[in-house]
């Protein structure tokens, strides 16, 4: 699941990719993001496993955007885009942030209108040979398409055509799951105020200083990042928060594998179920699947010991249809 982040000429989007893939990044233009998970650390000391891995996030950067238009060239590389992260920036003074979002919502929607009347056209020609050459659902769902685009509304907030299986492939802009990143100045931090979710599940706004972000992500030593939080009075890195909001975006769960090798966080879709959450292990593991030894992370939290939580009957076995939940601790029974 890939991320893009971009924005208008010096919004700090650099800056931003740098603060979430580190230094070593700096001349790349794509890094695995670990999702910090503090759920592993607890099971770690209980198995004491010889190492313990994260989830990770695909972000990428997209440079060529103007100082008020995206241009093709950020559309098109966009597109392949699984959550867009735009960065708008609220410290230089030069810009104004709502119009920056308004400039960026329109190029969105321009751009998907463009390919909506394009097929549409194709639509109609392909009627006059021959009515059984077109899908009518397909025509239906892009009219209905065309009309809020015209009303320059973002597909996003249509779950019809967002959900619709007859227009995954053309890859809209605007109904693809978006974040806004607000980039502030450190003196500015808690300017903005946002209220998520609403009419818009899919958006998102949150405020960020890329510029002391990317200082904290120099601190190696994770005691000494904590400590210069504390002085700051900052419970959690913004960094923190982008990433969980864009796993959220993305419709991701995690859920969980403990032993002496491994202590590990998977990363699935939500409304998985526990056979598909095997594959994402391996698919041999899917294929020849038994059952599933699940333990919720709060019967975990509330009892702390995997022998304890069978005898009293939390520790249970599902099979292949069960629904997995975000924090699920899941032992396979499998037989190849």
């Known amino acids: 699941m890939k991320t893009g982040i971009f924005g208008f000429a010096g919004s700090g989007k650099t800056e931003l990719f740098v603060a979430l893939a580190g230094a070593h990044a700096a001349n790349l233009n794509r890094a695995m993001v670990k999702v910090i998970d503090p759920?592993?650390?607890?099971?770690?000391?209980?198995?004491?496993?010889?190492?313990?891995?994260?989830?990770?996030?695909?972000?990428?950067?997209?440079?060529?955007?103007?100082?008020?238009?995206?241009?093709?060239k950020v559309l098109n590389d966009i597109r392949s885009m699984d959550c867009l992260l735009p960065v708008i920036d609220c410290f230089s003074g030069l810009n104004d942030p709502k119009k920056q979002e308004e400039n960026i919502e329109g190029d969105l929607i321009i751009s998907d209108l463009a390919v909506v009347e394009k097929r549409l056209d194709r639509i109609a020609v392909d009627k006059r040979k021959d009515k059984n050459l077109v899908n009518p659902k397909e025509e239906e769902l892009l009219v209905l398409a065309k009309?809020?685009?015209?009303?320059?509304?973002?597909?996003?907030?249509?779950?019809?055509?967002?959900?619709?299986?007859e227009?995954?492939?053309?890859?809209?802009?605007?109904?693809?799951?978006?974040?806004?990143?607000?980039?502030?100045?450190?003196?500015?931090?808690?300017?903005?105020?946002?209220?998520?979710?609403?009419?818009?599940?899919?958006?998102?706004?949150?405020?960020?200083?890329?510029?002391?972000?990317?200082?904290?992500r120099e601190i190696e030593d994770e005691e000494e990042r904590q400590e210069f939080l504390n002085d700051l009075g900052i419970k959690e890195s913004a960094l923190d928060k982008i990433i969980h909001a864009t796993y959220e975006l993305l419709g991701l769960i995690t859920f969980l594998t403990a032993g002496e090798k491994?202590?590990?966080?998977?990363?699935?879709?939500?409304?998985?179920?526990?056979?598909?959450?095997?594959?994402?292990?391996?698919?041999?593991?899917?294929?020849?699947?038994?059952?599933?030894?699940?333990?919720?992370?709060?019967?975990?939290?509330?009892?702390?010991?995997?022998?304890?939580?069978?005898?009293?009957?939390?520790?249970?076995?599902?099979?292949?249809?069960?629904?997995?939940?975000?924090?699920?601790?899941?032992?396979?029974r499998f037989n190849v």
């Open 39 to 72: 759920r592993l650390q607890p099971l770690a000391e209980i198995f004491k496993p010889k190492k313990v891995t994260y989830s990770e996030i695909e972000y990428w950067e997209i440079t060529g955007a103007g100082a008020k238009s995206l241009g093709n």
């Open 147 to 165: 009309e809020l685009l015209e009303k320059e509304v973002p597909l996003r907030t249509n779950e019809q055509i967002r959900l619709a299986p």
């Open 167 to 216: 227009l995954k492939g053309f890859q809209f802009l605007s109904a693809k799951p978006i974040l806004y990143v607000y980039n502030v100045l450190e003196s500015d931090m808690g300017k903005y105020e946002f209220e998520n979710n609403g009419d818009e599940p899919q958006k998102k706004k949150i405020e960020v200083c890329a510029k002391l972000e990317r200082e904290l």
């Open 262 to 332: 491994e202590v590990r966080a998977w990363t699935i879709k939500k409304g998985c179920s526990a056979k598909q959450a095997a594959g994402a292990i391996h698919s041999d593991i899917e294929k020849g699947f038994i059952r599933a030894e699940v333990l919720s992370w709060d019967d975990f939290e509330k009892y702390r010991d995997f022998k304890k939580a069978k005898e009293v009957g939390v520790l249970r076995l599902e099979g292949k249809e069960y629904i997995v939940k975000d924090g699920d601790i899941i032992t396979f």
